[in-house]
């Protein structure tokens, strides 16, 4: 058997998290010393005034194949998201942001400059459009059973369509 295929891969990748642009006075605010991977802050790729957010992460845990891997532990994943979603939250004061998806990841920096040169234009109208606006979102969580209980004593919709069924 050949060793080197069963070793894991080295050196890192950069996981994106978003495109942004400082508000203000356009000058590069406080980056969050934390990233989705514990021991990888923050760091900024430019090209003109538009930002690549990013940080860098082991290919050991990133690369195709342990991705993969680890995306089917639910609380790998579930770590990460909740980190990548935090990473974008401390950004929202300082930046207007147009966020990446999970796990948005590119072999080296230049990588990430040449996605930014790429898609500049639309980035920056993008980004335009967006600035001064707010991200809100909104989480409902309840008890399925007291639901559908409520809904059949109260709503007459739902008690007419129980009845034709």
């Not at 990233?35 to 923050?42: F, K, L, S």
């Not at 860098?56 to 991705?67: K, T, Y």
Request: with cysteine.
């Amino acid at each position: 058997m050949d060793e080197r295929a069963q070793s894991p891969p080295q050196g890192d990748a950069c996981y994106v998290y978003a495109i942004a642009r400082p508000r203000g006075e356009h000058t590069l605010g406080p980056l969050p010393v934390v990233g989705i991977w514990p021991q990888a802050p923050v760091c900024a790729s430019a090209c003109g005034d538009l930002l690549a957010l990013y940080s860098r992460v082991p290919l050991s845990e990133f690369a195709p194949a342990a991705l993969e891997s680890h995306l089917e532990d639910t609380d790998w994943t579930l770590a990460l998201v909740l980190a990548h979603q935090k990473v974008l939250s401390a950004l929202l004061d300082g930046y207007t942001l147009i966020p990446l998806r999970y796990c948005s990841l590119y072999g080296s920096e230049s990588q990430v400059q040449a996605m930014l040169a790429q898609h500049v234009e639309t980035f920056a109208s993008t980004l335009e459009r967006l600035q001064g606006a707010l991200e809100w979102g909104v989480k409902l969580y309840c008890d399925r059973r007291s639901l559908v209980e409520s809904l059949a004593a109260n709503s007459p919709t739902f008690q007419a369509q129980r009845e034709q069924i």
